[in-house]
């Protein structure tokens, strides 16, 4: 008998300079995807990956095993999960319900793990929606272990993402999208300590956690070319968050 052979599709190569490609795979009815890298600074986003997946499916108590393989160069096989998908340029506007689900689940999730840890990247194109109330999340290529009081940054990083899309600029934002960001501060507040070191200025501290962390974030590139969160001058920052807090 013999094995079947794999197909592979290339997605993606070098995505902001990280020397790492990503591949669909096909093995008979098997789907899943690869993660290769090509240099030893992508090996440590492979490496990365690998601990996200395996801390996320202990706090989320998930069953699933993500494969890292090779020696010189790493690869990583990761399931393909069923359920909501978002667009990468993924809006707030028509993603409320499934935004707060994100939150809920965050902050159960996230505050009752013993080590706390952050995604890095999580925006709605990172989430994949199961049955309404189950969650998986993806590319965890940025994850690293840090102190508890940074509990929110996951969080507003993606609303951000999401607000840059809708609006290109934060000032245009609307008294509707601004009403459900004052609920979605108010949702990660009431569950968080004292001692946060984000939620006081949740925009603001998100972005200075980004500019003094480059390197827990592994990113080849200035990490303001990377994430639109980290190029955004404080003064708007501070107008957005007198706005929602």
């Not at 690293?144 to 934060?170: A, C, P, T």
């Amino acid at each position: 008998m013999h094995e079947e052979k794999t197909t592979y599709e290339l997605l993606s190569s070098e995505t902001h300079n990280n020397n790492v490609a990503l591949y669909k795979c096909w093995k008979g009815r098997e789907r899943f995807y690869k993660k290769v890298a090509f240099s030893e600074q992508a090996n440590r986003l492979i490496e990365n990956e690998k601990r996200g997946y395996d801390w996320f499916c202990r706090i989320a108590e998930k069953d699933y095993e993500v494969n890292l393989t090779g020696k010189n160069f790493l690869e990583i096989e990761i399931p393909e999960f069923a359920g909501k998908t978002f667009p990468r340029s993924a809006p707030i506007s028509g993603n409320e319900n499934e935004i707060e689900m994100i939150i809920e689940y965050y902050s159960e999730k996230w505050l009752r793990a013993k080590d706390f840890a952050i995604h890095g990247d999580l925006a709605l194109c990172n989430n994949i929606i199961e049955g309404g109330n189950d969650l998986n999340i993806v590319d965890w290529e940025h994850f690293h272990f840090d102190e508890k009081v940074y509990f929110g940054f996951d969080i507003f990083n993606m609303l951000f993402i999401s607000l840059n899309y809708q609006f290109k600029h934060i000032s245009n934002m609307d008294s509707r999208t601004k009403t459900f960001l004052k609920n979605c501060y108010k949702r990660l507040v009431d569950s968080t300590p004292a001692s946060n070191k984000i939620l006081a200025k949740p925009f603001q501290n998100s972005n200075t956690y980004l500019l003094t962390n480059q390197n827990k974030f592994c990113v080849n590139v200035n990490i303001a070319s990377k994430f639109v969160l980290a190029k955004y001058p404080l003064s708007e920052l501070e107008k957005l968050d007198l706005s929602i807090t």
